[in-house]
Structure formats: structure tokens, C-alpha cells
């Protein structure tokens, strides 16, 4: 990055260390950090969709839409999450390419699935074989993303429903006896109301969903703990920077990340269920209302 | 192989003992069964263990934050922070370096060595970590019950002239436990949940002895069958989490048996809690 670091071997002392951390891999490194900020910003507002979805379908007077909804609800209970990510990868990518074979190739006469392998023809590939390598990657990024908004999805539905059960009965019959059509109460009443109950459930899952990223890993993204691993991997001579095994620090310096993260999540977090609190029929927001009169 | 034959081979494998390959082609459906089965013999292992020692460093931990001093209470507090505030995954990353890096041929320890190397071993080293990562999160539940032992209690032991250690045995701990067993059991059941990450993290899965979802990939990776292996160990999953919902839930009703029934507290599973 900088001139002088042209030639690694003649530094010393803190040049060497400047060169060394502006290295090429180490701005892959932080720009992976980004991956990972990217992965958060995307995921949250979609798993919250989702979870949104599952919670309507879960409240819904039809039987079957009901048993869908509380099914997706069920899921992340008792099994564990890993195995979602583990599975759903595969299964996503394996049936992308079972339709698009379907699309392709319609006269390929092969089975796709046999007992060793999983084939189909080279037009259904996807992304395609001759692809640069960056669609691949942002092609398994993609997945990763479906993959954590599916699971989170699960989670935050079960928090909204809770919250939606949560908003006192009162409330919604009031709204009822004004006569509010059933869409208007779900929509001018219980939304706005559900959003208290929902926080400290909320809250959590984001501070899950941060805890969670390092997943990304085992999903063959090269996030932050590929590069950590990278990087602090012992190198010989034949390298530019000759190092003994630094992973040590590499894991130190990621672990005060996430603990950084968290905590400046947890303040912003505490922020905004005061916020949220005000003027709210709860014990939270009768101790503000008295504090202020 | 008959399936009778598949379980006498394979039903020990992931502790060394039966066959030593595992199945590479023609994989049945019995192979897929058994040898996940026998992979949840560790998740069996680390999930009990942590459990059982985390419980009382948990509760060391909760008297330790809720006290007075700080000398008592800061290093708590910052235990529980770290262990809950980073991921495990992270944790066991860091763990098996910082483990790696002890010395080869142990410590010399007043005369004595302690063999360390033991500690890079999944066995030891990811029970270690798991320990230590459920007694912090217990320990944060824990602590919250602490809180909200009702002040009436307090006052009545006060009044009986029980103090002390006695006020503590007899009075705050039975409370603090039955306030915090609802979301204790949440705890314990992620914990099993996360025992599935030890051979995913950094510790190494020695002559392929590792857990129920260790196999389940390598069948996903033999097969390029996701819809088999995985379903499986989602279904053994259910069946532990039965089996210890279960087993807390009897625990709890001890707890509860002195309250009339509409104030017992009820097991809820909420899935707030993973790591």
C-alpha cells in the first residue's frame, strides 16, 4: 500500500508491522469484516419479513396456513441451528440446479440423484462452470443469506407471535367495539402496540445474529474467521512477511470485535426500548410517565 | 450387512470401538441411523458434563455478581460478558490455540508436571470450553433469579432470626432455583444444541470419532444427499430435547411442590438463548 513497503525484508520495528497489517491479504481481511456488516444488514430486515410472515400465518383463522406458520415456528426449537445451515446450503443449491435442469435440459434422459452423486446436466450448473470466481463466491454469499434469513426468520416469528399475544385482549376488543374491521385492528392496533413486547425478544435475536456469523465460515464464505485463520497460519521465508503462528492474536482481535459489537448493540438496544416505552400501557412506561410528571 | 450386523459394527464406532471403516459406498439407511445414533454419544458426553460442573460454577458466579464487593464482582461480571457477549464458535478457536500453544511435555508445577496435552484433544479441551460458556449463560440466569427473590422472603427469614449461610441454604437458593429453572432448561437444551459445533470448530475429529452431525456430513459429503443424514440427526435432536425437557420438568415440579398449582411455574421452550 504505501512505497517504503516495497521491499518487507529491510524494514524493522513498527514499519514492518505498518507494512504488514496494509498488506493485500490484510485489506481482504478487513474489507471481509464489511462481508459480515453486509450479511447482518441484509439478513435482519429479511429474517424479521419472514418472521412477520410466519407469525400472521401462525394467527390465521385457516387451519392449514395456521399449521404452516406454528410447523415453521417448531422447527428451530428442537433441533439445532447448525444443522439448518448445514442442510439448507446443499438442499438450496441442489434444488436451484434440479429446476434449472428441469428448464434446460428437458430431453437429458440420466438420473439426476444416484447413490454416489448428485448430476445434472453442465447447462444447469449453477452459477456455470466457466464463471470467474467471484460469482461463485457471491453466488455461496447469496445462499448464506437465504439460508440465515430462513432460520432467523424462524426465530423472530416465534418473538412476534409471542408479542402479538402479548397486546393486552382489551385493546383490540375496544378497537372491535369502535368497528374496525379485523385488517384495520391487526394493522392500526396490534402492529403498533406489539412492537414493546417484541424488543427484548428482538434485542436478543440481533445479539444472536451477531454471535451467529462466524457460521459463515462452515458455509464456505471467506468471512472473517477464513481470513483470521489465513493469515495468522504460520509463514515461512518464502513469504514477504515471515511469521511463527499468530493465530492466537487473530482470534483475540476478532473476539474484542464481537465484544465490542455487542456491547455498543446492547446501549444502542437499551436506547431504543426507552424510546419505544413511552407512552406505553406498561410498567416501563408508567415508571417514565411518573418520572417526567 | 443386515442391519443387526451394521449395529454390532458401528453402533460404538465414534468411541473407537467396533469397525474401524466407515461405510464408503452403498450406504443403507441403517449405516446412516446407526452411526449418527452413535455420534450423539458425544454430544451426550459434552452436553451432560458442562451441564452438570457448569451448574455450580454458575451458581458461584451469580452470588459472585450479585455481591457487594467489587473485587468479587467485577471478574464476574466480566466473565459472564465474555462468555456471553462473543461467539462460541470464536471461543473455541481461541481456546484450542491458546491450548495448542502450552508446552509439549507439560508444566513443571512445584516438582510435578502437569501434562497439558491432553487439552488439545476434543474430548477435554471442547468440554472445557462448553463448561466454562454454560456457566457463564447460567450464571446470567441465575443472577436475574437472585433479583427477583421476592423482598417478603427476605424479611420473613429476617424475622425467623435465620441468617447467614442458613438464610442463604434454606431460603434464597431454593427460590433462586425455582425463579430460574424455567429458562435454565432453555439453557440446557441450546447447550446440547451447541455441542454440535465441536467438531466444526478448530478440534480435530481423532480416527473419525466424532458427533451425530459429523456424521451426518460426511454421509451429506459421501452421498450428496442432504435429505437423509441431516433429517436424522434433526430427529434425534427432537428426541434429546423431549428426553431432557422431561427431565427438568420433573426437577422443576420438585421445585414447585410447595406452591399451590395456579403459581407454578411452567416450562416454556423459548429459543432465546443460543450462542
Known amino acids: 500500500m504505501f512505497a517504503h513497503c516495497a521491499d518487507p525484508s529491510a524494514l524493522g520495528g513498527l514499519n514492518w508491522l505498518l507494512c504488514y497489517l496494509t498488506s493485500g491479504k490484510h485489506l481482504l481481511f478487513y474489507y471481509s469484516f464489511g462481508t459480515v456488516l453486509v450479511l447482518l444488514a441484509v439478513t435482519a430486515p429479511v429474517a424479521l419479513g419472514m418472521g412477520f410472515l410466519g407469525a400472521m400465518a401462525a394467527r390465521a383463522h385457516n387451519r392449514a396456513l395456521s399449521l404452516v406458520g406454528k410447523a415453521y415456528m417448531l422447527m428451530v426449537r428442537g433441533i439445532p441451528d447448525i444443522i439448518f445451515f448445514m442442510f439448507f446450503v446443499i438442499a438450496l443449491d441442489q434444488g436451484l440446479e434440479t429446476v434449472a435442469h428441469h428448464l434446460r435440459c428437458p430431453d437429458w434422459t440420466e438420473p439426476i440423484r444416484t447413490a454416489l452423486e448428485f448430476k445434472v446436466c453442465p447447462e444447469a450448473k449453477i452459477p456455470p462452470n466457466s464463471a470467474p470466481q467471484y460469482v461463485h463466491q457471491i453466488y455461496g454469499f447469496a445462499l448464506a443469506v437465504v439460508t440465515f434469513a430462513i432460520v432467523f426468520g424462524a426465530f423472530a416469528a416465534n418473538v412476534l407471535y409471542g408479542a402479538m399475544n402479548a397486546v393486552p385482549r382489551a385493546q383490540l376488543e375496544t378497537a372491535e367495539a369502535y368497528g374496525l374491521s379485523p385488517r384495520q385492528v391487526f394493522r392500526r392496533i396490534l402492529v403498533p402496540q406489539m412492537w414493546v413486547y417484541a424488543l427484548p425478544g428482538l434485542s436478543n435475536l440481533w445479539l444472536i445474529l451477531i454471535k451467529a456469523t462466524p457460521l459463515l465460515f462452515l458455509l464456505g464464505v471467506n468471512d472473517i474467521v477464513y481470513w483470521a485463520q489465513e493469515l495468522g497460519g504460520s509463514k515461512t521465508d518464502s513469504y514477504a512477511y515471515p511469521h511463527g503462528d499468530w493465530r492466537l492474536w487473530y482470534f483475540l482481535f476478532l473476539l474484542a470485535f464481537y465484544l465490542a459489537f455487542t456491547r455498543v448493540s446492547e446501549v444502542v438496544l437499551g436506547r431504543l426500548t426507552a424510546r419505544l416505552s413511552r407512552g406505553q400501557a406498561t410498567m416501563a412506561g408508567e415508571a417514565m410517565r411518573k418520572a417526567g410528571a | ?275
Not at chain 2, 22 to 41: D, H, M, V
Not at chain 2, 124 to 129: D, M, N, S, T
Not at chain 2, 225 to 235: C, L, S, T
Open chain 2, 1 to 275: 450387512m443386515t442391519c443387526m450386523e451394521t449395529l454390532s459394527a458401528y453402533a460404538f464406532r465414534s468411541i473407537g470401538l467396533g469397525e474401524r471403516m466407515l461405510p464408503k459406498a452403498n450406504i443403507t439407511l441403517c449405516e446412516q441411523f446407526t452411526l449418527i445414533g452413535s455420534g450423539l454419544i458425544w454430544n451426550i458426553y459434552y452436553g451432560a458434563l458442562a451441564l452438570f460442573a457448569g451448574f455450580f460454577l454458575a451458581n458461584a458466579l451469580a452470588l459472585a455478581k450479585a455481591a457487594q464487593n467489587p473485587w468479587l464482582r467485577k471478574p464476574a461480571e466480566w466473565f459472564i460478558f465474555t462468555f456471553r457477549g462473543s461467539p462460541l464458535f470464536i471461543q473455541f478457536f481461541l481456546a484450542y490455540q491458546v491450548f495448542v500453544l502450552l508446552p509439549k511435555g507439560g508444566v513443571e508445577l512445584g516438582g510435578i508436571t502437569v501434562h497439558t496435552d491432553w487439552l488439545t484433544k476434543a474430548w477435554a479441551g471442547a468440554l472445557v470450553v462448553l463448561f466454562l460458556n454454560t456457566a457463564a449463560y447460567s450464571a446470567e440466569i441465575f443472577y436475574g433469579a437472585l433479583r427477583s427473590v421476592p423482598k417478603g422472603d427476605i424479611e420473613a427469614a429476617d424475622a425467623y432470626g435465620i441468617t447467614g449461610f442458613a438464610r442463604f441454604r434454606r431460603i434464597l437458593w431454593p427460590t433462586m432455583l425455582r425463579l430460574g429453572w424455567p429458562a435454565y432448561t432453555n439453557e440446557a437444551i441450546f447447550l446440547f444444541h451447541a455441542t454440535t459445533l465441536v467438531f466444526f470448530s478448530s478440534f480435530p475429529a481423532f480416527r473419525q470419532q466424532g458427533d451425530a452431525l459429523y456424521y451426518a456430513a460426511y454421509f451429506a459429503d459421501k452421498t450428496y444427499n442432504p435429505f437423509i443424514p441431516y433429517p436424522i440427526v434433526g430427529f434425534y435432536f427432537i428426541c434429546l430435547t423431549l428426553l431432557l425437557t422431561w427431565a427438568f420438568n420433573s426437577v422443576n415440579r420438585r421445585l414447585n411442590r410447595h406452591l399451590p398449582s395456579n403459581q407454578r411455574a411452567r416450562i416454556r421452550l423459548r429459543p432465546q438463548l443460543i450462542r
